[in-house]
């Protein structure tokens, strides 16, 4: 959607070249602007202009963000100095406009007819004074561009009305879709989504049909947003529904992380029919290399089974380690299992035990029992009765069970 503020910029200056081609059947010299039905009506950047034989002033409004730009188009060479508009009025006063200050700055382009076309943003203030004035004069150097402004009162308020009536319409819009992405998340967002607000639903807990439902209104509302592709995908899984693998492979054609890792899953376990190990350590790649840290741990695995020879044992110390830092507690005690035993690494007892503690950290009791077990036994590191004894209670009051029974806990 937020590309529109570009077409915004690129509709002011197209249309003049479309001749306000219009305007050569309309009263040259009065301020008109298209209505419904017309070729040049854009509901989105409604216009208002005025012709005269010397140049022609197109004031338009950016309906999404309420805007205000001008384009102006005069017979002039002159590319690099300064242009000041001045409204007259009729008591006499002025109003003065050097475009030179505008935020943005001046954008200069040749036109076709060897003429200076000038874009840049009005305020409200100035279009209100624009309304009630009598001409508004554009000075390029020495020379001076009047343009009358008869009629630009009604001009200008239709494409006020005609802003506030779409940003309205955009606006209603863009809370529909925020609620459909909301109701679908709500049934069926994952806990561990790295790029997801929402609190997520246990997969156990997920409710297929209520899911689907909520999805595909979501899809309708936003159908090019990875979020809710992958979250389509996730309620057609729970339902059984092999739509799961065209709205997964879109969401990571869109680059959404956790569809890379859910895809990745499908192929590797063989489920719809698919089973294909290649293409699920592609995908888990790919997912771990966009950051995703579920997929960084299913490629790390992945590698550390199939992976063929030294360079796949680092890279998949490099992911699981990755995504134990970022908080995965299961990767901090695989990592911990992998330096206490020298898999994929050497035996490192210093490693493992770091590794262990990010576990415990995260409650994670396991990690508490087995960091006890290594001192108890001496594995990668010399026995200690004290710390085995610490860690075994801290895995008590975690409520690990054999830990407990070891300290005869009731």
């Not at 001009?155 to 955009?170: C, I, K, M, R």
Request: hydrophobic fraction near 45%; glycine fraction near 8%.
């Amino acid at each position: 959607m937020k590309s529109r503020l570009v077409v915004a910029i690129v509709t002011c200056l197209a249309l003049p070249l479309l001749a306000l081609v219009a305007p050569a059947q309309a009263q040259e010299e009065v301020w008109v602007a298209p209505t419904w039905g017309d070729g040049n009506f854009d509901e989105n950047f409604p216009i208002a202009y005025v012709i005269t034989p010397k140049g022609e002033i197109i004031v338009q409004m950016s309906a999404e963000t309420l805007q205000w730009k001008t384009t102006i188009i005069v017979p002039s060479a002159r590319r690099d100095i300064q242009l000041i508009n001045v409204l007259s009025h009729a008591d006499g006063s002025v109003d003065k406009l050097d475009t030179g200050t505008l935020a943005g700055g001046i954008l200069q382009d040749p036109h076709d007819s060897g003429g200076l076309i000038t874009t840049f943003r009005l305020d409200q203030a100035f279009v209100d004074r624009a309304k009630a004035a009598d001409s508004w004069t554009v000075h390029v150097g020495l020379d001076r561009f009047v343009f009358p402004m008869t009629g630009s009162r009604a001009a200008l308020d239709h494409v006020e009305t005609v802003g506030y009536e779409s940003n309205h319409a955009f606006v209603q819009e863009e809370s529909d879709m925020e609620q459909a992405l909301m109701h679908c998340a709500a049934a069926v967002a994952h806990p561990r989504d790295p790029e997801s607000s929402f609190a997520g639903v246990a997969w156990g807990d997920i409710d297929a049909s209520e899911a689907v439902a909520r999805c595909e209104w979501a899809r309708e509302m936003l159908p090019d947003n990875g979020q809710v592709l992958y979250l389509l995908g996730r309620a057609y899984d729970k339902a059984g529904d092999r739509r799961v693998l065209e709205a997964l492979g879109a969401a990571a054609d869109l680059g959404y992380g956790m569809a890379f890792n859910h895809l990745g899953i499908i192929y590797r376990d063989g489920e719809y029919g698919t089973d294909d190990m290649g293409h699920a350590g592609d995908l888990f790649r790919q997912g771990a290399e966009a950051g995703n840290i579920l997929a960084q741990y299913a490629y790390a695995e992945f590698l550390a089974e199939f992976g063929d020879g030294a360079g796949d044992h680092v890279t998949a110390l490099e992911y699981m380690s990755a995504a134990a830092i970022a908080d995965y507690d299961d990767a901090a005690l695989i990592v911990a299992r992998w330096y206490r035993d020298g898999y994929v690494a050497e035996q490192d007892g210093r490693a493992a035990r770091e590794f262990y503690e990010i576990a415990i950290e995260a409650d994670h009791a396991a990690a508490a029992w087995e960091l006890a077990g290594m001192y108890r036994d001496g594995v990668a590191v010399t026995k200690d009765p004290e710390a085995y004894l610490t860690y075994l209670k801290v895995a008590a009051r975690m409520g690990h069970d054999d830990a407990r029974t070891a300290l005869a806990y009731d």
